[in-house]
């Protein structure tokens, strides 16, 4: 009798597990994805920059869209990528940067060659550096620019 209603559990559930696949199709055949489908990733377009200048001792927040130019001091700064792990992975912050150093009170014909062109990672700041005399930049945060 035990052995029976075991078998007979066991052919239920394998009939409910079975039917599951097709009663989640008919509905997703009548009505609009779910939200999650909906949803596309939202790529990030901001980079949050922080900036030092060493003779002042004061620090700038910086907020530069990509392929924007931000001027920091004599420094240009361009952010060309920036991108940021989804919430469910650990966290992890990078960007590619190119800073180029304009020099003051002189015209220039052509663009200088750039003093830092690399990925910065907003966790290690150190690792990937601006090394500049006068100012130091490193990378907070990358964002949408709806938030």
Same mark, same amino acid.
């Given at each position: 009798?035990?052995?029976?209603?075991? =078998?007979?559990? &066991?052919? /239920?559930? @394998?009939?409910?597990?079975? !039917?599951?696949?097709?009663?989640?199709?008919?509905?997703?055949?009548?009505?609009?994805?779910?939200?999650?489908?909906?949803?596309?990733?939202?790529?990030?377009?901001?980079?949050?920059?922080?900036?030092?200048?060493?003779?002042?001792?004061?620090?700038?927040?910086? =907020?530069?869209? &990509?392929? /924007?130019? @931000?001027?920091?001091?004599? !420094?240009?700064?361009?952010?060309?990528?920036?991108?940021?792990?989804?919430?469910?992975?650990?966290?992890?912050?990078?960007?590619?940067?190119?800073?180029?150093?304009?020099?003051?009170?002189?015209?220039?014909?052509?663009?200088?060659?750039?003093?830092?062109?690399?990925?910065?990672?907003?966790?290690?700041?150190?690792?990937?550096?601006?090394?500049?005399?006068?100012?130091?930049?490193?990378?907070?945060?990358?964002?949408?620019?709806?938030?």
């Amino acid at each position: 009798m035990h052995r029976l209603l075991k =078998r007979s559990a &066991l052919t /239920a559930g @394998l009939l409910a597990v079975s !039917l599951l696949p097709v009663q989640a199709q008919d509905a997703a055949e009548g009505e609009a994805p779910a939200p999650a489908e909906q949803a596309a990733p939202s790529v990030p377009d901001t980079a949050h920059l922080m900036g030092l200048n060493k003779i002042t001792a004061r620090t700038h927040p910086m =907020r530069v869209g &990509l392929d /924007a130019p @931000l001027r920091f001091g004599t !420094l240009g700064i361009i952010v060309r990528a920036c991108e940021k792990a989804r919430p469910e992975d650990p966290p992890k912050t990078i960007a590619f940067l190119e800073i180029r150093e304009y020099p003051v009170n002189e015209n220039l014909e052509e663009e200088p060659e750039p003093i830092f062109s690399g990925w910065m990672l907003a966790s290690s700041p150190g690792l990937n550096a601006l090394e500049h005399p006068v100012y130091d930049v490193w990378l907070t945060d990358c964002s949408t620019s709806e938030g």
